[in-house]
Protein backbone atom coordinates (compact mmCIF):
# COMPACT_ATOMS: atom_id res chain seq x y z
CA UNK A 1 0.00 0.00 0.00
CA UNK A 2 0.97 3.30 -0.58
CA UNK A 3 0.95 6.15 1.47
CA UNK A 4 -1.89 8.84 0.35
CA UNK A 5 -0.40 12.22 -0.28
CA UNK A 6 -3.09 15.60 1.07
CA UNK A 7 -4.12 16.50 -2.54
CA UNK A 8 -4.76 13.07 -3.22
CA UNK A 9 -8.51 12.42 -4.17
CA UNK A 10 -9.26 9.65 -2.56
CA UNK A 11 -11.42 7.14 -4.22
CA UNK A 12 -15.21 7.01 -2.61
CA UNK A 13 -17.70 3.98 -2.95
CA UNK A 14 -19.13 4.30 -6.75
CA UNK A 15 -22.36 5.67 -7.47
CA UNK A 16 -24.99 3.59 -8.85
CA UNK A 17 -27.99 4.98 -11.39
CA UNK A 18 -30.53 3.82 -13.82
CA UNK A 19 -30.21 5.23 -17.37
CA UNK A 20 -32.66 3.79 -19.89
CA UNK A 21 -32.16 0.41 -20.03
CA UNK A 22 -28.71 0.00 -17.81
CA UNK A 23 -27.57 0.90 -14.39
CA UNK A 24 -24.20 2.60 -14.48
CA UNK A 25 -21.45 2.18 -11.62
CA UNK A 26 -19.24 4.64 -11.56
CA UNK A 27 -16.07 6.21 -9.35
CA UNK A 28 -13.22 8.30 -9.75
CA UNK A 29 -9.81 8.87 -7.83
CA UNK A 30 -6.60 10.91 -8.61
CA UNK A 31 -3.02 10.65 -7.29
CA UNK A 32 -0.29 13.09 -7.27
CA UNK A 33 2.35 10.61 -7.87
CA UNK A 34 6.27 10.98 -7.11
CA UNK A 35 7.20 13.25 -9.25
CA UNK A 36 5.22 16.65 -8.85
CA UNK A 37 4.51 18.36 -5.60
CA UNK A 38 0.88 19.19 -6.76
CA UNK A 39 -1.63 17.46 -8.81
CA UNK A 40 -2.64 19.52 -11.46
CA UNK A 41 -5.70 16.73 -12.66
CA UNK A 42 -8.82 17.64 -12.63
CA UNK A 43 -11.83 14.82 -11.44
CA UNK A 44 -15.73 15.26 -11.47
CA UNK A 45 -18.21 12.49 -11.19
CA UNK A 46 -21.31 13.90 -10.76
CA UNK A 47 -23.75 13.42 -8.10
CA UNK A 48 -26.52 13.10 -9.79
CA UNK A 49 -26.18 12.95 -13.11
CA UNK A 50 -24.26 10.03 -15.24
CA UNK A 51 -21.82 12.29 -15.72
CA UNK A 52 -17.63 12.20 -15.51
CA UNK A 53 -14.71 14.77 -16.65
CA UNK A 54 -11.09 14.28 -16.28
CA UNK A 55 -9.00 17.10 -17.07
CA UNK A 56 -4.98 17.60 -17.69
CA UNK A 57 -3.61 21.27 -16.53
CA UNK A 58 -0.37 21.75 -18.99
CA UNK A 59 2.99 21.87 -17.21
CA UNK A 60 3.40 23.00 -13.61
CA UNK A 61 1.92 26.02 -12.04
CA UNK A 62 -0.84 28.61 -11.71
CA UNK A 63 -2.28 28.33 -15.48
CA UNK A 64 -2.21 25.08 -15.52
CA UNK A 65 -4.10 24.47 -11.71
CA UNK A 66 -6.63 26.88 -13.19
CA UNK A 67 -7.06 25.64 -16.26
CA UNK A 68 -8.52 22.48 -15.62
CA UNK A 69 -10.88 23.71 -12.55
CA UNK A 70 -12.34 26.71 -14.86
CA UNK A 71 -12.70 23.70 -17.89
CA UNK A 72 -14.09 21.33 -15.66
CA UNK A 73 -16.74 23.47 -13.96
CA UNK A 74 -17.73 25.52 -17.20
CA UNK A 75 -18.53 21.80 -18.70
CA UNK A 76 -20.70 20.67 -16.33
CA UNK A 77 -22.38 23.58 -15.59
CA UNK A 78 -23.37 23.67 -19.41
CA UNK A 79 -24.75 19.83 -19.73
CA UNK A 80 -26.14 20.89 -15.64
CA UNK A 81 -28.08 23.81 -17.72
CA UNK A 82 -29.54 21.81 -20.86
CA UNK A 83 -30.62 18.66 -19.33
CA UNK A 84 -32.00 16.31 -20.00
CA UNK A 85 -31.41 17.11 -23.37
CA UNK A 86 -27.94 15.57 -24.03
CA UNK A 87 -26.84 16.17 -28.12
CA UNK A 88 -23.95 16.97 -29.96
CA UNK A 89 -24.95 20.28 -30.34
CA UNK A 90 -25.09 21.08 -26.44
CA UNK A 91 -21.91 18.85 -25.74
CA UNK A 92 -19.98 21.30 -28.36
CA UNK A 93 -21.40 24.35 -26.91
CA UNK A 94 -20.22 23.18 -23.80
CA UNK A 95 -16.69 22.77 -25.08
CA UNK A 96 -16.76 25.81 -26.75
CA UNK A 97 -17.86 27.50 -23.23
CA UNK A 98 -14.95 25.73 -21.39
CA UNK A 99 -12.69 27.23 -23.93
CA UNK A 100 -13.83 30.76 -23.21
CA UNK A 101 -13.60 30.93 -20.10
CA UNK A 102 -10.35 29.35 -19.62
CA UNK A 103 -8.71 32.01 -21.89
CA UNK A 104 -10.59 34.59 -20.10
CA UNK A 105 -8.88 33.02 -17.03
CA UNK A 106 -5.02 32.52 -18.66
CA UNK A 107 -5.61 36.27 -19.97
CA UNK A 108 -4.23 37.56 -15.78
CA UNK A 109 -1.64 34.63 -15.46
CA UNK A 110 1.83 34.51 -16.37
CA UNK A 111 2.59 31.17 -18.36
CA UNK A 112 0.77 28.92 -20.12
CA UNK A 113 -3.33 28.02 -19.70
CA UNK A 114 -4.62 25.19 -21.02
CA UNK A 115 -5.15 21.40 -20.08
CA UNK A 116 -7.29 18.25 -21.44
CA UNK A 117 -10.66 17.41 -21.31
CA UNK A 118 -12.13 13.94 -21.75
CA UNK A 119 -15.99 13.51 -20.81
CA UNK A 120 -18.28 10.75 -20.76
CA UNK A 121 -21.83 11.48 -21.02
CA UNK A 122 -25.08 8.98 -20.83
CA UNK A 123 -28.26 10.51 -22.09
CA UNK A 124 -31.21 10.34 -19.80
CA UNK A 125 -33.70 8.45 -22.38
CA UNK A 126 -32.23 5.52 -23.88
CA UNK A 127 -28.59 5.16 -22.26
CA UNK A 128 -26.74 6.01 -25.09
CA UNK A 129 -23.29 7.63 -24.29
CA UNK A 130 -21.25 10.64 -25.74
CA UNK A 131 -17.23 10.91 -25.19
CA UNK A 132 -16.15 14.21 -25.57
CA UNK A 133 -12.16 14.96 -26.12
CA UNK A 134 -9.53 17.56 -26.30
CA UNK A 135 -5.97 16.71 -25.41
CA UNK A 136 -4.59 13.03 -24.56
CA UNK A 137 -6.42 12.09 -21.81
CA UNK A 138 -8.10 9.15 -22.95
CA UNK A 139 -11.11 6.68 -22.78
CA UNK A 140 -11.38 2.97 -23.29
CA UNK A 141 -13.56 0.23 -23.48
CA UNK A 142 -13.56 -3.59 -22.45
CA UNK A 143 -16.25 -5.39 -24.05
CA UNK A 144 -15.71 -9.24 -23.89
CA UNK A 145 -12.08 -9.38 -23.09
CA UNK A 146 -11.19 -7.23 -25.79
CA UNK A 147 -9.64 -3.49 -24.16
CA UNK A 148 -10.05 -0.93 -27.06
CA UNK A 149 -8.81 2.25 -27.09
CA UNK A 150 -11.32 4.69 -28.16
CA UNK A 151 -10.25 8.15 -28.83
CA UNK A 152 -7.01 9.44 -30.48
CA UNK A 153 -4.42 11.15 -28.96
CA UNK A 154 -3.99 14.76 -30.07
CA UNK A 155 -0.36 15.13 -30.13
CA UNK A 156 2.17 15.61 -32.54
CA UNK A 157 3.80 12.17 -31.54
CA UNK A 158 1.04 10.39 -32.58
CA UNK A 159 0.54 12.09 -36.09
CA UNK A 160 4.05 11.10 -36.37
CA UNK A 161 3.44 7.36 -35.81
CA UNK A 162 0.33 7.42 -38.14
CA UNK A 163 2.19 8.77 -41.06
CA UNK A 164 5.20 7.23 -40.25
CA UNK A 165 7.57 10.44 -39.43
CA UNK A 166 9.04 8.32 -36.83
CA UNK A 167 8.75 5.06 -34.89
CA UNK A 168 7.21 4.77 -31.28
CA UNK A 169 11.15 4.62 -29.16
CA UNK A 170 12.38 7.30 -30.72
CA UNK A 171 13.89 10.48 -29.79
CA UNK A 172 11.27 12.71 -32.13
CA UNK A 173 8.35 10.66 -30.70
CA UNK A 174 9.36 10.95 -27.56
CA UNK A 175 9.65 14.86 -27.36
CA UNK A 176 6.63 14.79 -29.80
CA UNK A 177 4.86 12.98 -27.00
CA UNK A 178 4.04 16.35 -25.33
CA UNK A 179 3.38 18.94 -28.45
CA UNK A 180 -0.47 18.94 -28.11
CA UNK A 181 -1.77 19.93 -31.12
CA UNK A 182 -5.88 20.70 -29.66
CA UNK A 183 -6.85 21.33 -25.95
CA UNK A 184 -8.82 24.07 -23.88
CA UNK A 185 -7.25 27.28 -23.83
CA UNK A 186 -5.96 26.37 -27.11
CA UNK A 187 -6.22 30.06 -28.97
CA UNK A 188 -7.76 28.66 -32.12
CA UNK A 189 -10.29 27.16 -29.85
CA UNK A 190 -10.19 23.94 -31.73
CA UNK A 191 -13.56 21.37 -31.78
CA UNK A 192 -13.60 18.69 -29.85
CA UNK A 193 -13.82 15.11 -31.00
CA UNK A 194 -17.65 13.73 -29.94
CA UNK A 195 -18.31 10.36 -30.67
CA UNK A 196 -21.74 8.61 -29.98
CA UNK A 197 -20.83 5.68 -28.27
CA UNK A 198 -23.64 2.93 -27.73
CA UNK A 199 -23.44 1.35 -24.04
CA UNK A 200 -23.76 -2.44 -23.81
CA UNK A 201 -24.48 -4.63 -20.78
CA UNK A 202 -21.21 -5.62 -19.56
CA UNK A 203 -18.57 -2.75 -20.95
CA UNK A 204 -16.34 -1.64 -18.59
CA UNK A 205 -15.31 2.30 -19.48
CA UNK A 206 -11.71 3.81 -18.03
CA UNK A 207 -11.69 7.73 -18.62
CA UNK A 208 -7.73 8.49 -17.53
CA UNK A 209 -5.47 10.88 -17.45
CA UNK A 210 -1.79 9.82 -19.32
CA UNK A 211 -0.44 9.45 -15.86
CA UNK A 212 -2.21 6.25 -15.99
CA UNK A 213 -1.84 5.19 -19.33
CA UNK A 214 1.55 6.17 -19.78
CA UNK A 215 2.65 4.25 -16.97
CA UNK A 216 0.04 1.24 -17.96
CA UNK A 217 0.88 -1.22 -20.75
CA UNK A 218 -2.15 -2.48 -22.68
CA UNK A 219 -2.00 -5.46 -20.95
CA UNK A 220 -2.00 -4.49 -17.35
CA UNK A 221 -4.87 -1.71 -17.93
CA UNK A 222 -6.60 -5.00 -19.31
CA UNK A 223 -6.15 -7.27 -16.70
CA UNK A 224 -7.13 -4.59 -14.18
CA UNK A 225 -10.25 -3.66 -15.78
CA UNK A 226 -11.42 -7.30 -16.44
CA UNK A 227 -11.26 -8.48 -12.78
CA UNK A 228 -14.63 -8.39 -11.71
CA UNK A 229 -14.20 -5.61 -8.62
CA UNK A 230 -16.65 -2.97 -8.47
CA UNK A 231 -15.46 0.24 -9.85
CA UNK A 232 -13.90 1.73 -6.78
CA UNK A 233 -12.03 -1.09 -6.90
CA UNK A 234 -10.86 -1.02 -9.51
CA UNK A 235 -9.45 2.72 -9.64
CA UNK A 236 -7.86 2.19 -6.37
CA UNK A 237 -5.85 -0.69 -7.87
CA UNK A 238 -5.14 1.38 -11.33
CA UNK A 239 -3.65 4.16 -9.28
CA UNK A 240 -2.12 2.04 -6.96
CA UNK A 241 -0.13 0.78 -10.24
CA UNK A 242 0.61 3.70 -11.82
CA UNK A 243 2.43 4.37 -8.61
CA UNK A 244 3.99 1.10 -8.39
CA UNK A 245 5.01 1.71 -12.20
CA UNK A 246 7.03 5.01 -10.84
CA UNK A 247 4.88 7.23 -10.36
CA UNK A 248 5.88 9.88 -13.12
CA UNK A 249 2.94 12.28 -13.40
CA UNK A 250 -0.35 13.04 -11.75
CA UNK A 251 -2.74 10.05 -12.33
CA UNK A 252 -6.65 10.08 -12.38
CA UNK A 253 -8.89 7.62 -13.46
CA UNK A 254 -12.74 7.06 -13.59
CA UNK A 255 -14.32 3.32 -13.88
CA UNK A 256 -17.52 2.86 -15.34
CA UNK A 257 -19.61 -0.60 -15.65
CA UNK A 258 -22.77 -0.54 -17.29
CA UNK A 259 -25.61 -3.44 -15.62
CA UNK A 260 -29.00 -4.03 -16.91
CA UNK A 261 -31.24 -1.92 -15.50
CA UNK A 262 -32.50 -3.68 -12.11
CA UNK A 263 -36.17 -3.69 -12.12
CA UNK A 264 -38.66 -1.70 -9.52
CA UNK A 265 -40.33 -2.72 -6.86
CA UNK A 266 -43.81 -3.47 -7.78
Known amino acids: MFRRRPLDRPVEAARRSTVGRHTLEIAGGSVVGHRYPENYDVLHVDEKLPLAVVCDGMGEGEGSRAAGATAARAFVDQVRAAWPVVDAAGLRAATT ?17 GCTLTALVVEPADGQGWLVQLGDSRAYRLREGLLELVTVDHTMAWLGLLHGWWTAGSPEATRARYQLLRYVGHPDGPDPDLLCVPLRRGDTWLLCTDGVSDQLGYHRLRDLLAARRDPARTVRALLDASLAAGGEDNATAVVLRVHPAFPGPR
Not at 97 to 113: D, P
Request: net charge positive.
Open 97 to 113: EAQRRVRRAGATLTGLT
